[in-house]
């Protein structure tokens, strides 16, 4: 099982969509676990504070790095441990930390896969059970977090977000839908036709949005032939 653990201080923002849908079906057949950590829980202060102003001036909040290794020692427990440059040292096999930021490595079906516990490709990297995901906000995070303790740095996309919210749940729906057991075989084939880019179509077969005007359903569809089908499909 692949337990996400999401570092954010909105996780009220996150709850409806990790309770429902694909990710509502895969955490009741245990396939995953998420976990949501409130940042605030780790402040000191009683205006529970996440933030201070930015170093060298500069408009925006930046999320301060204390508070950020307090929520990874919580999450790591025993396993949280430095090397003599301060660095932490990740157990590859257990943990993928996760920053994101604009300047990080694009998101792609294949970085997904490499999530997943069970190595599916030699040129992947190691697989791990836990993925904890660190929810940038305002300015973004302190970038000794980037330095010191994280296994990789995402972007999925080149435009700028609120928070890192939204990209977290890209990331947990993405590796979600790749678990064995969590889509059945009809929803599975969603993933080779966006892959391969083709056209789908459902009723009704011909729709009339205007008078005098029909949008048809190509006919191959209907052949019954899945050679003229997979042709049509390769073709669009």
């Not at 030699?122 to 697989?127: Q, S, V």
């Not at 972007?155 to 749940?169: D, F, T």
């Not at 009809?186 to 009723?203: C, D, F, L, M, Q």
Request: charged content about 30%; hydrophobic content about 40%.
């Amino acid at each position: 099982m692949i337990t996400f653990h999401i570092i954010t201080i909105f996780p009220e923002a996150l709850e409806g969509y990790c309770n429902a849908s694909i990710l509502k079906r895969a955490q009741v057949k245990k396939r995953i676990k998420i976990i949501l950590h409130n940042l605030r829980d780790f402040s000191k202060d009683n205006h529970k504070s996440v933030d201070d102003r930015p170093f060298g001036g500069g408009p925006g909040m930046v999320l301060m790095v204390d508070l950020l290794v307090g929520a990874l020692k919580h999450i790591l427990k025993k396993d949280f441990k430095l090397d003599a440059g301060g660095k932490l040292v990740v157990d590859s096999t257990k943990y993928r930390i996760v920053l994101f930021d604009t300047r990080g490595e694009p998101f792609t079906q294949e970085i997904a896969r490499s999530f997943l516990p069970n190595p599916i490709s030699h040129k992947l990297k190691a697989k791990s059970s836990h993925i904890i995901l660190i929810c940038g906000h305002y300015e973004g995070v302190d970038e000794r977090i980037k330095e010191f303790c994280t296994t990789d740095v995402i972007s999925i996309g080149n435009y700028v977000l609120s928070g890192g919210e939204v990209p977290a749940m890209v990331v947990v729906d993405a590796v979600t839908r790749l678990i064995p057991g969590v889509l059945g075989n009809e929803e599975s084939i969603e993933e080779t036709r966006v892959v391969k880019g083709y056209a789908v179509y459902t009723r009704p077969r011909d729709y009339s949005p205007k008078r005098n005007i029909v949008w048809k359903v190509p006919d191959p569809l209907f052949s019954g032939d899945p050679k003229k089908i997979d042709e049509w499909r390769r073709e669009h």
